[in-house]
Nanobody, 125 residues
Framework: DVQLQASGGGLVQAGGSLRLSCTFS????????LGWFRQAPGKEREGVSC???????YYADSVKGRFTISSDNAGNTVYLQMNSLKPEDTAVYYC???????????????????WGQGTLVTVSS
């Protein structure tokens, strides 16, 4: 079975922290990298962070220096440590399997057709 589970969202005050986690199973971990995305109300979904093939990391400019991606040794669970949160970080956060392009994470539909429900992060001012 292909399964994706993202968790860790919640309500936090500006300046606070949250740690999101995401586990994907059903395919060998060598076939993909898990990336983080988010979609704020009224905006398009955007890529937030991912691991490149060489082990380096991608971060959207808006989260650089505040968010940190990490993973377990197996590569099928990723985490997103979010510090110094801002109200503009409010969004539904998704993870998805795919690749980490020079421009950010890309979801591969052949691994996972639907996005899943994501986890809501709300940052109050």
């Amino acid at each position: 079975d292909v399964q994706l589970q993202a968790s860790g969202g919640g309500l936090v005050q500006a300046g606070g922290s949250l740690r999101l986690s995401c586990t994907f199973s059903g395919f060998p971990s060598a076939d993909y990298t898990l990336g983080w995305f988010r979609q704020a109300p009224g905006k398009e979904r955007e890529g937030v962070s991912c691991f490149r093939d060489d082990g380096s990391t991608y971060y959207a400019d808006s989260v650089k220096g505040r968010f940190t991606i990490s993973s377990d040794n197996a590569g099928n669970t990723v985490y997103l440590q979010m510090n110094s949160l801002k109200p503009e970080d409010t969004a539904v956060y998704y993870c998805a399997p795919g690749q980490c392009s020079p421009y950010g994470p890309r979801k591969h539909d052949w691994l996972l057709a639907a996005w899943g429900q994501g986890t809501l992060v709300t940052v109050s001012s």
